[in-house]
């Protein structure tokens, strides 16, 4: 019988015995790392490329499902109620709140294209129709005017509340200097 030195197949390798043992596990090891690589590896990978890709599919039709939660902002902008500020009160005070207050104290909302997308949609529209409901500039003209609504006005924009800030980290250009609060103070306060 030939011997091929490999002891673990041909045990009549007898000169070779002392190393059979060891021949054996080592051979084994390597059968089973190989193994482990090329096939548990493998399946692993394959595993997470998979789960990826659920889990994005899953996302998709969730922020697509969102889209189609409706969203209500009341009132609904109507023709007659359109009016700017400016034209209605002392005209530096009235371009301020035009420019910084009427996306949501009035009809005259501008929709950006990401207003409509939801979950943005949401925030935007709670934020609009809450704002008109306490405060709505499109009536202003028609209706009779405290002195203490007045100052709230102040009040709100002299603490910062005013506008929003997570509206005002996007609209950059409503944010209001100290010259802009100072003027809004001075209307509250002369009512004209
Ligand atoms: C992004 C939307 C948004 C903008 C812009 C905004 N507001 Fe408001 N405002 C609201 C919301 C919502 C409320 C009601 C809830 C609250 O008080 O936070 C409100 C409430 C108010 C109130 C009454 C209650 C209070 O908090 O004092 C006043 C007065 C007011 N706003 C003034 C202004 C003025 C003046 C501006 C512009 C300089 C402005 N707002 C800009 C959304 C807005």
């Known amino acids: 019988m030939t011997c091929h030195h ?107 294209w990401y207003s409509h997308v939801a979950p943005v949609s949401w925030i935007v529209s709670k934020h609009v129709s809450a704002g008109r409901e306490i405060l709505d500039f499109s009536d202003w003209a028609n209706e009779h005017h405290s002195a203490d609504e007045r100052m709230l006005i102040c009040d709100a924009v002299s603490d910062g509340r005013m506008p929003l800030p997570e509206y005002t980290l996007i609209h950059r250009n409503a944010k209001l200097s100290k010259r802009d609060v100072e003027l809004i103070c001075n209307w509250a306060a002369a009512g004209h």
Request: aromatic share 8%.
């Open 6 to 112: 490999e002891p673990y197949i041909e045990p009549w390798c007898a000169p070779y015995g002392a190393n059979r043992g060891y021949g054996m596990v080592e051979e084994k090891r390597l059968q089973l790392d190989k193994a482990m690589t090329s096939k548990c590896g493998s399946n692993h990978l394959s595993l997470m490329r998979t789960l990826a890709k659920l889990t994005s599919i899953l996302f998709a039709f969730v922020f697509l499902g969102m889209q189609f939660v409706p969203t209500t902002t009341t009132p609904k902008p109507s023709a007659t109620t359109g009016v700017h500020m400016a034209e209605v009160i002392n005209p530096q005070v009235g371009a301020i709140l035009d420019r910084s207050c009427q996306d949501c104290h009035s009809s005259r909302t501008t929709w950006p």
